[in-house]
C-alpha cells in the first residue's frame, strides 16, 4: 500500500511533484482544489456550494470537503495507494481521515515565503488537464498552450495578489498545526522544496527517499 499525503503552504510546489511521484508509482493523484476547480467551472451543485470559498481564498468547510475526499478515496483506482495534494488542512480534517484510511507517509514541502510568493504569481493552468506551468520556471513551448493536450492555459482566479495573502494567511493559521500533529506521529519528512525549477529532481529524490525508508 502506498496512501502518500503532500503537505505545504500554496505555491510551494506540491502539484508539480505529485504529477512526477503519481505516475512513476501508478496511483492517482487527487487534489482537493482541482476537484473543487473542475466542479466550479461544471456549475455542479458542488460547485455551486464551493465557489464562494475559493473566490476568498477560504478554506471550504471541513464537513463538506471530508465527504468529497471520502467518496474519491472509495473508487478502485485507490486501492493500490493514492497521492493526496490539499487534504487534510485541517486538524479535523486529519482526524475524520484517520477513521477511513490509514496514511503511510507524510511529505512536508518548505520553502521560503519569497520563492511560494514568485511561484504562484506567475503560474498558468492548463483548462483542459489541469498540467501546472510557470511563465518563468517552467514555461510552455508556445505561450498561452498546453504542451500536453494544446489546452489554453489561464491564470486561476484566486492568483490575485490580495487572495494569494489571504491564502497564505489561512495556511499559517489553519494548515500548519498538521505539521506537529503528523510529527508527533512520526509519519512526516520534511521535504526540502526550495531547489529551482531546473533541480526540481533533488525534490522528487527526497520524497522518493522518504516513501523508500518510510
Ligand atoms: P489548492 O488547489 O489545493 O491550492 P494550494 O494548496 O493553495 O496549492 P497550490 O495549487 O496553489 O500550489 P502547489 O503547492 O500545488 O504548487 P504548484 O505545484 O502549482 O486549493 C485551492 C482552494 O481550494 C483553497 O484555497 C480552498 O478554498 C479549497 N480547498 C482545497 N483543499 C481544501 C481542503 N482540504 N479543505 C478546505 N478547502 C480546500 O506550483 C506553483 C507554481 O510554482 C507553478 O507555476 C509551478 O510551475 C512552479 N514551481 C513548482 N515547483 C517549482 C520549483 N521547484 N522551482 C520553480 N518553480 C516551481
Redesign the pocket.
Known sequence: MMNIVLL???????????EVLAKKHSIPHI????I??EAVAGESELGKK?KQ??DR????P?EL?VEV?RQRLEKDDCKKGFLL??????IA?AESLKKFSKIDHILN?TAVKK?IVE??S???TCRKCGA???IK??PPKLEGVCDKCGGELYQ?S?EAPDVVMK?LA??EEQTKPLIDYYRNEGTLTDID?N???E??GK?IEQCEEAIKNG
Open positions: 505545504g503552504a500554496p505555491g510551494v510546489g506540491k502539484g508539480t511533484c505529485a487534489s482537493s482544489g482541482d473543487f476547480r464551493v470559498y475559493l481564498g477560504e478554506l471550504v471541513d470537503t475526499i495534494d490539499g487534504f487534510p488542512r485541517t480534517q514541502f520563492l511561484r504562484l506567475g503560474r498558468r501546472i506551468y510557470h520556471y517552467f486561476r484566486d491564502r489561512v495556511y522544496a531547489y529551482p525549477a533541480e526540481i525534490i
